[in-house]
C-alpha cells in the first residue's frame, strides 16, 4: 500500500510518559506538549493515547492547533502557548482553550468576550525570567495581580516560566531562572494573590532539576523519545515512538564514472549497486543528507549517494546485497540489529531531533500500532 509511511507506537509513548511520572516531585502532574501536529507524530492520536493513559492537560502552539483537537473531539484543558492575537478571541472561547498571556494588552478584550458569555474564563501569566521571547518582566506581575480584579471574567489558574537552557552544559542560568522565579511567586504569594498552578519544567528540566516540577511539567521531546540533555547527566530510558520507513522501487547497476543525482556530486569509484528510494525533502527527508547519511536495508547500513530530490533518494547498496524491489528501507528505526534515531539523522545534519520528527511532511502517511 503506502511505499513511505512513519508508525507511531504507541506503546511507547505510553512507556515515555511512566518514565517521565515516575521523576515527578509530589504533586506534580503532566501537562503534554503535542504542539507541532505532536513533534510530527499526530496530535489527534497521541492526544487520544494520553487521555487514555490519564492525561487530562495539553498544551498546544495555537488556536488553531487546539480547535483541531476540539474539532476530533479530544476534551483536555488545552493549553495555547503561543499564537495568540485579538482576532484568535472568539475561537479561544467557542472552542474552551486556555490562552497564555505574554502581555497586557488582550485582557481587557478577553473579559469582556468571556463576560458576554457569563464565563469564568481561565489564563496562565507567563513571565520571561530568562528565555528572552515571551511574557511579562518579573516586576510587571505584582502590578498586573493588582489589577486584575478589574477584570472580573477572568481568573488566573496558572503562573508559568519558560526555561532556556536546561539542556545546556552550565546549570547555571536554569538556577537564575528558578530563582526569579520562586522570588516573583513569593511576592505575589505575600500580596494575597491565589495562584491554583505554577509550571516552568520541559523535557530537561524534569530530569535535571526537580525544583522546577511545581505542580506541572510541560514535556515535549521525551514524550517521543528523545532528549538533548548533555552527556553525564543520568538519562531515561526512552523509547523512540516513531519510525520512518520507505520501500526500495528500484534497483540499478552503475559503472566507475556514472554519476547520481542533480549535479553530479556522486561519481561511482566502482560497480556501483543503486537502490532509488520514493521519499525525499519534501517529506522532510532533508537534503542536507547528501552524501551524508544511512538508511538500513538488509539490516545494514547503505550510504546516501548524491543529492537528496524532492521525492527521492538514492542509496549505495553495492555492500548489502541482495536486495530486491520492494524491500523495506528503514530511515528512522531498526532493522536487525542495526538501528537509526532521529538523533543520528540530526547529528548527520546539523541539528536537534525536535526539527528531524517536526519536519516530516503532511503526505507521509502515520500508521498507528496500538499501546
Ligand atoms: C513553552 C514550552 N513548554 C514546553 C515545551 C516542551 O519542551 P521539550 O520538548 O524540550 O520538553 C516547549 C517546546 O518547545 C515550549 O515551547
Same mark, same amino acid.
Given at each position: 500500500m503506502h511505499t513511505t509511511y512513519a508508525t507511531i507506537d504507541l506503546s511507547a509513548l505510553g512507556h515515555n510518559l511512566r518514565r517521565i511520572r515516575e521523576r515527578l516531585a509530589a504533586g506534580a502532574d503532566v501537562m503534554a506538549v503535542v504542539k507541532a501536529n505532536a513533534y510530527g507524530h499526530g496530535a489527534v492520536e497521541v492526544s487520544r493515547a494520553l487521555a487514555q493513559q490519564g492525561v487530562s492537560r495539553l498544551a498546544v502552539a495555537s488556536v488553531k492547533e487546539g480547535a483541531a483537537l476540539r474539532d476530533a473531539g479530544i476534551t483536555a484543558d488545552i493549553l495555547v502557548l503561543v499564537d495568540l492575537l485579538d482576532r484568535h478571541i472568539s475561537d479561544l472561547l467557542a472552542y474552551r482553550l486556555t490562552p497564555v498571556i505574554t502581555?497586557? $494588552? /488582550?485582557l481587557p478584550a478577553l473579559d469582556k468576550a468571556a463576560e458576554a458569555k457569563r464565563l469564568s474564563f481561565p489564563i496562565h501569566l507567563k513571565v520571561?525570567?530568562?528565555?528572552? &521571547? /515571551?511574557?511579562? =518582566?518579573?516586576?510587571?506581575l505584582p502590578a498586573l495581580f493588582e489589577a486584575l480584579? =478589574?477584570?472580573?471574567?477572568l481568573r488566573v489558574e496558572a503562573v508559568m516560566t519558560h526555561l532556556a537552557d536546561s539542556d545546556g552544559d552550565d546549570p547555571g542560568h536554569t538556577a537564575r531562572q528558578l530563582e526569579r522565579f520562586r522570588t516573583l511567586l513569593e511576592r505575589l504569594r505575600r500580596q494575597g494573590a491565589v495562584i491554583p498552578h505554577v509550571h516552568a519544567a520541559n523535557s530537561a528540566a524534569i530530569v535535571r532539576f526537580p525544583e522546577s516540577h511545581f505542580s506541572l511539567v510541560r514535556p515535549g521531546i521525551m514524550l517521543y523519545g528523545y532528549h538533548t540533555l548533555p552527556g553525564g547527566v543520568p538519562c531515561p530510558d526512552l523509547d523512540p515512538v516513531l519510525a520512518l520507513r520507505t520501500t526500495v522501487m528500484q534497483l540499478r547497476t552503475i559503472q566507475p564514472g556514472d554519476s547520481v543525482s542533480y549535479n553530479r556530486t556522486f561519481v561511482a569509484k566502482r560497480k556501483t549497486r543503486i537502490a532509488v528510494l520514493p521519499v525525499g525533502y519534501a517529506d522532510g527527508?532533508? $537534503? &542536507?543528507l547528501s552524501n551524508n547519511g544511512f538508511v538500513l536495508i538488509n539490516g545494514r547500513r547503505a550510504p546516501i549517494v548524491g543529492l537528496v530530490c524532492m521525492d527521492m533518494t538514492m542509496v549505495d547498496v553495492t555492500d548489502a546485497a541482495p536486495v530486491q524491489v520492494g524491500d523495506e528501507a528503514t530511515l528512522i528505526g531498526r532493522q536487525g540489529q542495526e538501528r537509526i534515531d532521529a538523533g543520528d539523522i540530526a547529528e548527520w545534519t546539523g541539528t536537534i531531533p525536535y526539527e528531524i520528527l517536526c519536519s516530516i511532511g503532511p503526505r507521509v502517511p502515520r500508521v498507528y500500532q496500538a499501546s
Amino acid at each position: 500500500m503506502h511505499t513511505t509511511y512513519a508508525t507511531i507506537d504507541l506503546s511507547a509513548l505510553g512507556h515515555n510518559l511512566r518514565r517521565i511520572r515516575e521523576r515527578l516531585a509530589a504533586g506534580a502532574d503532566v501537562m503534554a506538549v503535542v504542539k507541532a501536529n505532536a513533534y510530527g507524530h499526530g496530535a489527534v492520536e497521541v492526544s487520544r493515547a494520553l487521555a487514555q493513559q490519564g492525561v487530562s492537560r495539553l498544551a498546544v502552539a495555537s488556536v488553531k492547533e487546539g480547535a483541531a483537537l476540539r474539532d476530533a473531539g479530544i476534551t483536555a484543558d488545552i493549553l495555547v502557548l503561543v499564537d495568540l492575537l485579538d482576532r484568535h478571541i472568539s475561537d479561544l472561547l467557542a472552542y474552551r482553550l486556555t490562552p497564555v498571556i505574554t502581555e497586557q $494588552r /488582550l485582557l481587557p478584550a478577553l473579559d469582556k468576550a468571556a463576560e458576554a458569555k457569563r464565563l469564568s474564563f481561565p489564563i496562565h501569566l507567563k513571565v520571561d525570567t530568562g528565555m528572552g &521571547r /515571551l511574557g511579562f =518582566a518579573p516586576d510587571d506581575l505584582p502590578a498586573l495581580f493588582e489589577a486584575l480584579p =478589574a477584570w472580573k471574567s477572568l481568573r488566573v489558574e496558572a503562573v508559568m516560566t519558560h526555561l532556556a537552557d536546561s539542556d545546556g552544559d552550565d546549570p547555571g542560568h536554569t538556577a537564575r531562572q528558578l530563582e526569579r522565579f520562586r522570588t516573583l511567586l513569593e511576592r505575589l504569594r505575600r500580596q494575597g494573590a491565589v495562584i491554583p498552578h505554577v509550571h516552568a519544567a520541559n523535557s530537561a528540566a524534569i530530569v535535571r532539576f526537580p525544583e522546577s516540577h511545581f505542580s506541572l511539567v510541560r514535556p515535549g521531546i521525551m514524550l517521543y523519545g528523545y532528549h538533548t540533555l548533555p552527556g553525564g547527566v543520568p538519562c531515561p530510558d526512552l523509547d523512540p515512538v516513531l519510525a520512518l520507513r520507505t520501500t526500495v522501487m528500484q534497483l540499478r547497476t552503475i559503472q566507475p564514472g556514472d554519476s547520481v543525482s542533480y549535479n553530479r556530486t556522486f561519481v561511482a569509484k566502482r560497480k556501483t549497486r543503486i537502490a532509488v528510494l520514493p521519499v525525499g525533502y519534501a517529506d522532510g527527508y532533508s $537534503r &542536507r543528507l547528501s552524501n551524508n547519511g544511512f538508511v538500513l536495508i538488509n539490516g545494514r547500513r547503505a550510504p546516501i549517494v548524491g543529492l537528496v530530490c524532492m521525492d527521492m533518494t538514492m542509496v549505495d547498496v553495492t555492500d548489502a546485497a541482495p536486495v530486491q524491489v520492494g524491500d523495506e528501507a528503514t530511515l528512522i528505526g531498526r532493522q536487525g540489529q542495526e538501528r537509526i534515531d532521529a538523533g543520528d539523522i540530526a547529528e548527520w545534519t546539523g541539528t536537534i531531533p525536535y526539527e528531524i520528527l517536526c519536519s516530516i511532511g503532511p503526505r507521509v502517511p502515520r500508521v498507528y500500532q496500538a499501546s
